[in-house]
């Protein structure tokens, strides 16, 4: 009988709940009665709905986060219409700050603050013996990781074939960053790694191969992470098609570790690094400390001598960074090479103490999730669309891996690489109309008709790079994307290690 149900909307089906998960291993003597249940954002609140009633809990415990707080909002409203007496409770960081702003939330009957795998198991227990507390706000409270059950034993074989493993050996961050809601939490914790190791080897027995690492600092404390990295090396003799992902300091590689990492073959190690802005004043106005110096000479390593598939951050709209300036980042991270230079719009988030600072450099953002910025005191709101639509054809063009030989020339020399790509980007945008939804041939068609003019280049050379790439990325297809489809190409699995291959590609 299902008492409890735990429940979320993942971004995607393949991506599994680690919070969810976090609560199951730790409801102790209710773990039996408790059920987990994920939804993602192609399903409706209504559907939603009939799910979670079809178990009759009696009470249900919401992860709201900044994809699905819309539609969590919806699906309390239909439940407490539906069944009043169930019992609601509300978790994640969507719900652990700012909470007066948001009166949907009044309609659920508890929130948990922060960690909660020992105030929401605690609150179970009283509301099932009757003696629920007075007060709907819980916590913050910080759990002790050394005596936590860790998760990972709740993965089901099914997740662990078909979706996105996601794994923590450490929680909090040092750092102070004005838009990261980890700013909040400066202490930073590890799990005991003993037990944590023996949990990574019962998921890779079962047959895991993925693991992505959610630390926010994998390799703050080298020991730690060096610990980690010597555990899953030894594993590539019996599973070379291992792979791991983790978030790395990006100024931060002591030998020690550059020699571990330069140890892992190529494919196996995914690292994101959170370099944000390459402007140091800027870096100073959002409290990010970091040696720029050091950080583009361990990117140059890694592109040098690593097989680590590297994938760099990019934050459009920080505080004080114009259009030039950001354009200016970008060219030097485009000269270090990097896998993906993945440019993402600034979010308010809820809590971190960006918010303290908004009227200062003008900021208006979206009053609507994912809070993004419409624009600030150095970008006004067409810049900003601008750059939104750079971004999204970076996407398709850049960090997709299907370009390797059309990019370096749209690219190139003379002018700014920034200032090429956001002159082909606009000249795209008028001619499909749209930045979404364009298939490769059609996107291939629009590089032929825009490129030669926009960016003076020899039409002949695009031609034939586009040819180039295009026969890569169909090799089912005869003829060229200038043809008529005529043989649908076989789809390759989603995901950062197919990427990989194409970023790899000759």
Same mark, same amino acid.
């Given at each position: ?9 993942? +971004? ?41 009633? %079809? ?17 969590? &909002?919806? $699906? ?57 507390? &007075? ?6 409270? /910080? ?34 960053? +004005?838009?990261?809601?980890? &700013? ?16 990574? %080897? ?60 330069? %140890? ?22 959002? +409290? ?34 114009? +259009? ?12 270090? %090479? ?70 370096? $020339? ?53 031609? /034939? ?42």
């Amino acid at each position: 009988m299902v008492t409890i149900l735990l429940t979320t909307l993942n +971004a995607r089906y393949h991506h599994a709940s680690l919070g969810l998960r976090c609560l199951l291993a730790n409801m102790a003597e209710l773990r039996e009665q408790t059920a987990l249940l994920e939804f993602d954002l192609e399903q409706t609140p209504r559907d939603m709905a009939e799910g979670i009633l %079809a178990h009759r809990p009696r009470i249900l415990g919401l992860g709201v986060y900044i994809w699905n707080v819309a539609l969590i &909002a919806s $699906l309390v409203r239909l439940l407490k219409r539906l069944q009043p007496e169930l019992r609601i409770i509300l978790g994640g960081p969507e719900a652990s700050h700012e909470i007066e702003c948001q009166p949907w939330m009044n309609q659920a009957d508890y929130i948990v603050r922060g960690e909660g795998e020992t105030l929401f198991p605690a609150l179970c227990r009283a509301i099932l013996h009757d003696t629920p507390p &007075a007060e709907r706000l819980l916590g913050p409270q /910080e759990a002790n990781l050394a005596t936590l059950a860790l998760p990972y034993d709740e993965y089901s074989d099914a997740d662990l074939a078909h979706r996105h493993v996601y794994v923590e050996s450490s929680r909090g961050c040092p750092f102070t960053c +004005a838009f990261c809601l980890s &700013a909040l939490d400066r202490k930073v914790r590890s799990f005991p790694l003993p037990a944590f190791l023996q949990a990574m %080897a019962r998921l890779m027995d079962r047959g895991a191969r993925q693991f992505r690492f959610v630390d926010r600092t994998f390799n703050l404390s080298l020991e730690h992470s060096l610990a980690i990295l010597d555990f899953f090396r030894r594993q590539l003799a019996d599973h070379p098609d291992l792979f791991l992902h983790f978030e790395m300091i990006p100024d931060h590689f002591p030998a020690r570790l550059r020699e571990t990492v330069e %140890a892992f073959p190529p494919g196996t190690l995914q690292f994101e690094v959170g370099l944000q802005s390459f402007d140091a004043t800027v870096q100073e106005r959002i +409290a990010r400390k970091q040696d720029l110096a050091a950080t583009e000479a361990n990117l140059l390593w890694l592109r040098r001598k690593t097989g680590v598939h590297l994938h760099v951050d990019l934050i459009i709209g920080l505080p004080g960074e114009d +259009a030039t300036g950001f354009a200016a980042g970008f060219d030097r991270l485009w000269r270090l %090479a990097p896998h993906e230079i993945q440019l993402g719009l600034l979010k308010r988030l809820r809590g971190t103490p960006l918010t303290a600072s908004e009227t200062a450099f003008g900021m208006v953002f979206n009053p609507d999730p994912p809070y993004d910025l419409l624009a600030n005191d150095r970008l006004d709101f067409a810049t900003v669309q601008g750059l939104k639509r750079l971004a999204r054809f970076w996407d398709l063009l850049g960090n997709s891996g299907r370009f390797p030989t059309t990019l370096p $020339l749209l690219l190139a020399p003379p002018g700014s690489p920034f200032e090429r790509f956001r002159m082909l980007t606009e000249a795209l945008h008028r001619a499909a109309g749209t930045s979404h939804g364009i298939a490769l041939r059609r996107l291939c068609q629009l590089i032929q008709q825009q490129a030669p003019e926009v960016l003076g280049l020899d039409p002949e050379r695009v031609r /034939e790079s586009l040819t180039r790439d295009y026969l890569r990325n169909q090799p089912k297809e005869k003829g060229t994307f200038l043809d008529p489809p005529t043989e649908r190409a076989v789809g390759t699995a989603a995901g950062p290690p197919a990427r990989q291959k194409r970023h790899g590609a000759p």
